[in-house]
């Protein structure tokens, strides 16, 4: 596997050695042993997470202000530009934003540290998204900051993204519970 650095501090893009011929292809989706030595986070997956989400749909911002989750983020089918908020006050990046795109072509996966906002929407005609999370989901826990903060400035690559009223309804990020 391949790691490529995010310009957020401990975000990573992760490439998987594909394997393919003219049957198609393999790779392994995660091998804790691999993922631990080729980021030195030492993760425990504790719940597996699957969507799908149509054209234009954008999830997000979220988080857990307390439970919060790592997660390693993947799609199997469709596009989306995948968006990660620093939202760590101890870390040189908080504040700060980056977008990855994944999708079933390149297969890249995406490391997300607890502490951050994650969210994404989609690019293509759908997207079948998933996430191995390192704690449970808390909804009273859960938080969401206003994906069009224009304080962040998140530069989202679709034009009139259909929201749910949740995120619709998400706080500016000035006004946002962080982390120490």
Same mark, same amino acid.
């Given at each position: 596997?391949?790691?490529?650095?995010?310009?957020?501090?401990?975000?990573?893009?992760?490439?998987?050695?594909?394997?393919?011929?003219?049957?198609?292809?393999?790779?392994?989706?995660?091998?804790?042993?691999?993922?631990?030595?080729?980021?030195?986070?030492?993760?425990? %997956?504790? =719940?597996?997470?699957?969507?799908?989400?149509? *054209?234009?749909?954008? /999830?997000? !911002?979220?988080?857990?202000?307390?439970? #919060?989750?790592?997660?390693?983020?993947?799609?199997?089918?469709?596009?989306?530009?995948?968006?990660?908020?620093?939202?760590?006050?101890?870390?040189?990046? %908080?504040? =700060?934003?980056?977008?990855?795109?994944?999708? *079933?072509?390149?297969? /890249?996966? !995406?490391?997300?540290?607890?502490?951050? #906002?994650?969210?994404?929407?989609?690019?293509?005609?759908?997207?079948?998204?998933?996430?191995?999370?390192?704690?449970?989901?808390?909804?009273?826990?859960?938080?969401?900051?206003?994906?069009?903060?224009?304080?962040?400035?998140?530069?989202?690559?679709?034009?009139?993204?259909?929201?749910?009223?949740?995120?619709?309804?998400?706080?500016?990020?000035?006004?946002?519970?962080?982390?120490?």
């Amino acid at each position: 596997m391949k790691v490529v650095r995010t310009n957020l501090s401990g975000v990573l893009a992760i490439e998987p050695q594909v394997f393919a011929d003219d049957r198609g292809y393999f790779f392994e989706t995660f091998n804790l042993q691999k993922f631990r030595n080729a980021t030195g986070a030492m993760v425990n %997956f504790v =719940q597996d997470n699957q969507s799908y989400s149509k *054209a234009k749909v954008l /999830r997000g !911002l979220h988080y857990q202000i307390e439970q #919060a989750q790592g997660k390693l983020v993947r799609v199997v089918s469709g596009a989306v530009c995948d968006v990660v908020v620093d939202l760590r006050r101890s870390s040189p990046t %908080f504040a =700060q934003w980056t977008t990855v795109d994944l999708n *079933a072509e390149n297969q /890249r996966m !995406l490391w997300v540290p607890a502490g951050c #906002a994650h969210g994404f929407v989609v690019t293509g005609d759908h997207a079948v998204f998933l996430y191995k999370v390192t704690d449970y989901y808390a909804p009273q826990h859960e938080r969401t900051i206003l994906w069009n903060d224009p304080a962040l400035g998140v530069k989202w690559p679709v034009a009139d993204p259909l929201v749910n009223a949740k995120d619709a309804a998400g706080l500016p990020f000035a006004k946002a519970q962080t982390y120490a």
